[in-house]
Structures are given as C-alpha cells and as structure tokens.
C-alpha cells in the first residue's frame, strides 16, 4: 500500500471537505427554495399569479413573498454563494494540484 505525501493528502482532504460543504450547500439551496415558495403572500396562486406561470420565478419577487419567505430566500441566497465558493475551491485545489504535479 503506497502512501501519498503530505502535499499531495492535504490537497485531497481539501477537495473531499469543498465537495462536502458544496454538497450540503446545494441541499441547502434546494430546501430553502421549496421553503421560500412555499412561504408566498396571501391569494398569491402558485401557477397563475407566478411570473410566467413558473412558480421559481417568485423567488425573484420579493413583492409575492411574506416576511418569513423572504428570510427563507435570504437564507437560499446565502447558501448559492457558498455553494460557488466550494466549487472554486474546488477548481483552485484540482489547478494547483496539477501544476504540483507536473
């Protein structure tokens, strides 16, 4: 059984941690939007009063949505942003891997 020097295992627990938090980031992002959506105003119908009838589109109209809906988008958008941030991490890892590696 080889053992990868101590370089090249840091670089691997960082993209293995990065999947990680990306992963429970998007599930984040999934479970806030089904949240903020589910959280719209009063008399607002799902599929009729939606901007072209697609319920998503209320999550970019803050108008739609009640106060709880729109902490619940707050929430999604915070964890879109870390979702980005660990698949750059990620890209960044495998770059400097690679040109470790070379």
Known sequence: MSTLPWHQAILVAVIIIA???GFVAWLR???FQWKTISNRREG???F???PLRNPANILFRGELLTEKGL????KM???LVLFFIAGFAVALVFGLAW???R
């Open 19 to 21: 999947l990680a938090i």
């Open 29 to 31: 992002v999934l479970f």
């Open 44 to 46: 607002v119908r799902l």
């Open 48 to 50: 009729r009063d939606a």
């Open 71 to 74: 902490a619940y988008r707050r």
């Open 77 to 79: 958008v915070q964890s």
């Open 99 to 101: 040109l470790a590696l």
